[in-house]
Structures are given as C-alpha cells and as structure tokens.
C-alpha cells in the first residue's frame, strides 16, 4: 500500500510526475454531482449521507482517475456537533447561531460528545477506505480552529473576520477557551476518522491569512502544532496537510514550527517563490490558479506546466491554490491532468 504516489511524495520523494487532486473536486461543476446532491435533498442531507457522501466523493475519481480522493463533508459539521445551529441558505452559504460569550461557550458539548453527531462522516470514510480504487489515496479533514471559529463567532462567512477578530481583542479569554475547545475536538474527529480508514489529514486554515504577527503564532501555528503533535502520537507515521491560506510570509517555517508533512500553497503567491522558500522544507502542495478551471485554453496548459516546472526539484502534490468553483468546465479539468501526466 505505501506504494500510493501521494504517500510517497509525502514521505519527501521527488517524482517524475506529480500526483494530483482538487480541492472541491466533488462539486457543483460536476453535473454529476449536482444530481446527487438534488437526491439528497439539500447540501447538510448530503454530507450526512454516507452512501451518497461517498457516492459524490467517488464521481471525480472516476471520470478523471485524481491519485487523491477527499472525503465529502464540511468543516462546519464540527460546530454543529458542538451544539450550534447550522444551516445553508441557498445561494449564499453557511448561517450559525453565534458563540460569542462565556455562557454561549459554557452551553457547547464536549470535545468526547461529538461522535452522535458525527458518527454518518465515519462511515462514509469507511465506505470510501472499501470502495476506492487501490492506487487512490483517501484524505480525511477539518477546519483549523481559527478558520472553524471566524464562522462561529459571526453566525456566517465574513471577508475580512471582522466578528472574530473584534472578539478577539474585547474578550480574550472567551475566544482562546473557543480556540482551544476547537483544538481539542478536532483531535478526537480527526481521530475517528484516521481509525475509519483515512490515511492522509488535511486541516483547512482558509482565513489564516488574516491573522497577522504575533496573532499568527498564536492562532494559526500553535492550534496546528497542538493537532499535529497529538495526531502522531496516536497515529505514529500519519501524513498530514496543513493550508494556512493566504499567509504569505508566514508560509515560511510553518512545516517546521507545526510538523506538518506538506504546507498547500494558495495563488497568491508564485510557485517560484513557494519553491524557494517553502519546499525547502518538505512537500508542498499547489498552486494553481482556479480560475483557469474556468477559462482553460493554452494560458491553462502554460500556467500548469509551469507550477509543475516550478516545483519540479522537490516533493510536490499537484493541486489548485484553493477550490474549483461552481462555473468551471469539467473539460478544462481533463486539460489540466493531460498536461501534467503528458507533459
Ligand atoms: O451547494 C453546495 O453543494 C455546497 C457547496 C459546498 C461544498 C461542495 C460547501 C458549502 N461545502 C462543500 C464541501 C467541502 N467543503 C469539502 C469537501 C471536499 C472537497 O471536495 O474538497 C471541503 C474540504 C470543504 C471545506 C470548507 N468548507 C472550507 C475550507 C476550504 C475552503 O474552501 O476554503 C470552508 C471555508 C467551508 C465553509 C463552506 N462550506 C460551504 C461554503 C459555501 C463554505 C464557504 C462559506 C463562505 O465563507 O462563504
């Protein structure tokens, strides 16, 4: 099994080709997806469906053979299992009841009370760990604790955190008890996880970038480093992905400060640049702009053999700087995979 090209370039081997998979590679692009999704009723239905959460998680691997498959869930379902009320309104995302006070924080269950919630996620994983193709890699995930509170904090999806960081300043000790129960209940869902069949860990700081100096350290380094240190412990060898979007210079180190295995690497910064200052370090994962999902063309076929001439000198898993949107053309995913497994 450890033959599998993700599990080899994360144990820092350098490969002729690299492997590649997508983020929200199972998603509203794929008219596929968008079927299944209509069957389950709507996308909260879906993602505690395990036969067709593993159904959707399945779709992308079969039509384009991605060396990765993700399991199909939410970052989100963690709060709710802590006790918030979540739903999604159509056409405009997540809505939450908040947790903004120290009773408001008190009332959450415990980091041990989530699995009722959470136990549909487990058996999807170990649906997929019997039905994947052999040579594919099942990635399990959660939110960073950060990015996981900046939706519980507001109620929503915010631009610029502004809820979470207000938080942050005005009361201190309520948003670090936040953190840190988030910290500790990721560790038991990853955990469930890992023991249903997961064999790669990708935590999903996707507003890390909003956290700047000290802040950063505290909030994005050390819950990853709490994670990923407690992880190991219990699962000795266990791969894991850490994505601190957007963190620019903060990139540099986090593998080591936080014993990631692999850091993703947003566009928002070169693949050059990446290569230099982060790849030192290990395995990198990225970073292709998603929005050539959309336009396609020879700029798609240009920009992707540079990302893959980029990272060429060091382990490397082939994917976009964040996710695949809902108006790209599938056809231009098929472009993408030809051109880096042809060249
Ligand atoms: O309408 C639909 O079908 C829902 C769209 C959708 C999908 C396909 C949402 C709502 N979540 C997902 C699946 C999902 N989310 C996966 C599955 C695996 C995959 O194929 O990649 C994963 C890993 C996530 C992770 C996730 N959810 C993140 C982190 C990654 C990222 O994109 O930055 C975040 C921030 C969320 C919250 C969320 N869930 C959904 C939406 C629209 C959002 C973003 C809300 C916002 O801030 O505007």
């Not at 970038?209 to 994670?227: M, N, W, Y």
Request: glycine residues 8%; negative net charge.
């Amino acid at each position: 099994m450890t033959d599998k090209t993700i599990l080899r370039a994360l144990r820092g081997e350098v490969l002729p080709t690299p492997p590649v998979w997508m983020m929200r590679q199972a998603g509203r692009y794929l008219p596929e997806y968008r079927a299944t999704r209509a069957e389950a009723g709507d996308f909260l239905s879906l993602c505690y469906n395990p036969e067709l959460a593993a159904e959707v998680t399945l779709q992308p691997i079969r039509r384009y053979g991605f060396d990765a498959a993700i399991l199909f869930a939410d970052i989100l379902l963690l709060p709710q299992a802590l006790g918030v009320d979540l739903w999604f309104e159509t056409g405009e995302g997540p809505r939450m009841s908040t947790v903004t006070t120290p009773a408001e924080l008190a009332a959450l269950k415990g980091k041990d009370d989530i699995h009722d919630t959470l136990s549909p996620i487990y058996e999807t994983v170990r649906i997929l760990s019997r039905e994947l193709p052999k040579e594919t890699t099942l990635i399990g995930f959660a939110g960073a604790p950060w990015t996981v509170a900046t939706y519980m904090i507001a109620g929503r999806g915010t631009k610029d955190q502004g809820p979470a960081h207000a938080l942050k300043a005005a009361d201190r000790a309520t948003f670090a008890g936040l953190i840190d129960l988030l910290t500790t209940s990721t560790i038991e869902y990853l955990s469930k996880q890992v023991e249903a069949g997961a064999e790669v860990i990708k935590i999903f700081d996707s507003w890390a970038g909003s956290l700047k100096g000290q802040d950063f350290e505290d909030f994005a380094v050390e819950p990853a480093r709490r994670i990923i240190a407690e992880l190991k412990a219990r699962f000795p060898g266990l791969p894991i992905i850490a994505f601190p979007r957007e963190a620019g210079e903060g990139y540099i180190g986090f593998a080591k400060k936080t014993g990631a295995d692999c850091v993703a690497i947003d566009n928002s910064v070169s693949a050059e640049w990446a290569a230099a200052n982060v790849q030192k370090d290990g395995c990198v994962q990225g970073n292709l702009d998603p929005r050539h999902m959309v336009t396609g063309g020879q700029p798609l076929i240009d920009a992707t053999r540079e990302v893959v001439r980029a990272f060429s000198k060091g382990p490397h898993l082939f994917n976009l700087g964040h996710g695949i949107t809902p108006d790209a053309d599938p056809e231009n995913v098929a472009l993408m995979i030809e051109t880096i497994r042809k060249g």
